[in-house]
């Protein structure tokens, strides 16, 4: 037990008291919503009397932009093509948008919210549309796979840094 001089060595705090700078760091979820979406069947109905074998490739990017003082909007878009030997049994697109009010961040940390946390927030609700786009399609059950959207935001700050070292025109372009 500590005297009331002594110092907590623990670095909790007292009951009800706030860690320092919790209060000015704050993440709130405005508004979830789907911004655009397309379901395609080019070759349907003559795809369902084929055997299935599909080859699935699935697309995601993410952008995220200021709208007003502390008001962020994020964009998460999942494209999911599916071929069944050389036709495409369907193709499936979803713009999951989410308006976030995110206060106390900087920089990296803000950085780290809009690429990782934020799409985090928003793919079960890609994960719930594409499923039903593609069992209201005629197609068997299609559930996303989990995404590390911490790994993902890594590797892009990787591959920024990489490209940054190389310098301007570096690329070729």
């Known amino acids: 037990m500590t005297s009331p001089q002594e110092p907590s060595l623990s670095g909790a705090n007292e009951p009800g008291q706030q860690p320092p ?12 919503y789907v911004k655009d979406l397309s379901f395609e069947s ?14 699935v490739n699935i697309n ?3 952008d995220a932009n200021r709208i007003a003082q502390d008001l962020y909007s994020v964009n998460l ?9 050389d036709s495409t049994a369907f193709l499936v697109e979803v713009h999951q948008g989410g308006v976030f ?28 549309v594409v499923s039903d786009l593609v069992s209201r399609g005629g197609f068997p059950q299609f559930l996303l796979s989990p995404v590390n959207f911490d790994a993902l935001y890594a590797q892009h700050l990787t591959q920024n840094s990489a490209q940054a070292a190389e310098g301007p025109g570096a690329s070729g372009a």
């Open 42 to 55: 080019p070759n349907a109905p003559q795809i369902f009397t084929e055997d299935w074998k599909p080859d």
């Open 21 to 32: 700078d919790a209060a000015e760091k704050q993440l709130s979820i405005e508004r979830i």
């Open 101 to 128: 009010h995110i206060t106390g961040f900087q920089g990296p940390e803000l950085g780290q919210m809009l690429g990782s946390y934020c799409p985090n927030i928003l793919f079960p609700y890609v994960r719930e």
């Open 60 to 62: 995601l990017t993410n």
């Open 77 to 85: 878009v999942v494209t999911v093509t599916v071929k069944n030997g």
